[in-house]
């Protein structure tokens, strides 16, 4: 007598199965990445619209936006930054403070968009209006993190290593300050942004020193 052994035939989608769920999968993300990095120059035009109408501007010479899959990283090159004065006659005369940086690197995990890390390149030139910058601001690293944005921050954080901010006099630049870190931190206590805001701040300077001035700074 023989012996007869049944094999067990298991239909042949199940091996199919999980490649095609995690290719849908990857799909439907790549689609949702693509579709945010498209919202990316809608949200900063309406950004920019609401900060005009207080006497803030912004601008970039050139935006783009990398990180896929998992992360939104969206570079401003030559950003220029120009602030009216806060009083309306002020605004009206054309008082402002102009501020032009090298880059401004912005990175957030797609999945949790209320973190944000932001790193500087300097040198940053500072000046009224139209005309010659005044000062130049540098530094070795400069990073920013932020906790709670778009619609509700609650905590904002700046650090510089080697900042320096130098003064221009006739041509010349006159080393103002100097410092081997700098850091300064808020965050929201109490209340809220538009309603009784309390806010904690904290500033830090390290082997910092100041020219120019009383010889006691």
């Given amino acids: 007598m023989h012996d007869t052994v049944m094999t067990k035939r298991h239909p042949r989608w199940r091996l199919f199965a999980a490649p095609v769920l995690l290719l ?3 799909i439907a993300w790549s689609g949702f990445w693509f ?3 498209s919202q990316v120059d809608v949200q ?5 619209a609401r900060e005009a109408k207080s006497g803030r501007t912004y601008e970039c010479a050139n935006k783009s936006v990398a990180g896929f899959p998992f992360r ?3 570079t401003c090159a030559d950003p220029v930054v120009t ?8 605004i009206a005369s054309g008082v402002k403070l102009k501020a032009q940086l090298k880059s401004i690197l912005v990175l957030a995990q797609i999945y949790d968009p209320t973190k944000i890390i932001a790193e500087f390149k300097g040198p940053a030139l500072v000046g009224s209006g139209n005309g010659a910058a005044s000062y130049s601001a540098n530094w070795s690293v400069g990073r920013a993190s932020a906790a709670g944005l778009p619609l509700i921050p609650q905590r904002v954080s700046f650090a510089f290593d080697s900042p ?11 080393p103002l300050f100097r410092a081997s ?6 965050r929201l206590a109490e209340g809220s942004v538009t309603d009784n805001p309390v806010i904690d701040t904290a500033f830090e300077l390290s082997s910092s020193t100041v020219q120019g001035l009383h010889p006691i700074l």
């Fill in 83 to 90: 602030l009216a004065s806060q009083m309306p006659g002020q």
């Fill in 72 to 74: 939104m990283e969206v």
């Fill in 24 to 26: 849908c999968a990857a």
């Fill in 35 to 37: 579709y945010a990095a």
């Fill in 164 to 174: 320096s901010l130098d003064r221009f006099d006739n041509g010349a630049q006159m």
């Fill in 181 to 186: 870190h700098l850091e300064l931190h808020t």
């Fill in 44 to 48: 900063f035009d309406g950004w920019k």
